[in-house]
């Protein structure tokens, strides 16, 4: 009996393991265009160098940029995109980190 539930908890345990790491969890709440065309060094569109990526210089770095991508990279909703969430984005979708 001991040996019924040990291997019904460590099923459980796996399956809802399995179910957290689901390949189909999507990161953003809308459809978004492909994230490779996003795949950029944060620095690069940082343009004055404080450290945060304001709307004009996403828009001016990724030129056909929707605002609801930038939306959607700024998790926390302070209207700037900071290194971790730029950072969290890119790694959500699997992309390059650049040096």
């Given at each position: 009996?001991?040996?019924?539930?040990?291997?019904?908890?460590?099923?459980?345990?796996?399956?809802?393991?399995?179910?957290?790491?689901?390949?189909?969890?999507?990161?953003?709440?809308?459809?978004?265009?492909?994230?490779?065309?996003?795949?950029?060094?944060?620095?690069?569109m940082?343009?004055?160098?404080?450290?945060?990526?304001?709307?004009?210089?996403?828009a001016?770095?990724?030129?056909?940029?929707?605002?609801?991508?930038?939306?959607?990279?700024?998790?926390?909703?302070?209207?700037?995109?900071?290194?971790?969430?730029?950072?969290?984005?890119?790694?959500?979708?699997?992309?390059?980190?650049?040096?």
């Open positions: 009996m001991k040996r019924f539930f040990l291997l019904m908890s460590i099923t459980i345990l796996i399956t809802s393991i399995a179910g957290c790491s689901s390949p189909h969890k999507k990161y953003h709440s809308t459809d978004m265009p492909d994230p490779q065309s996003f795949n950029a060094h944060f620095g690069d940082d343009a004055n160098g404080d450290g945060l990526v304001t709307w004009d210089e996403f001016a770095y990724f030129q056909n940029a929707e605002e609801k991508v930038f939306n959607a990279v700024d998790l926390n909703q302070n209207g700037n995109i900071d290194h971790d969430e730029w950072h969290e984005f890119k790694e959500a979708h699997g992309l390059k980190q650049h040096d």
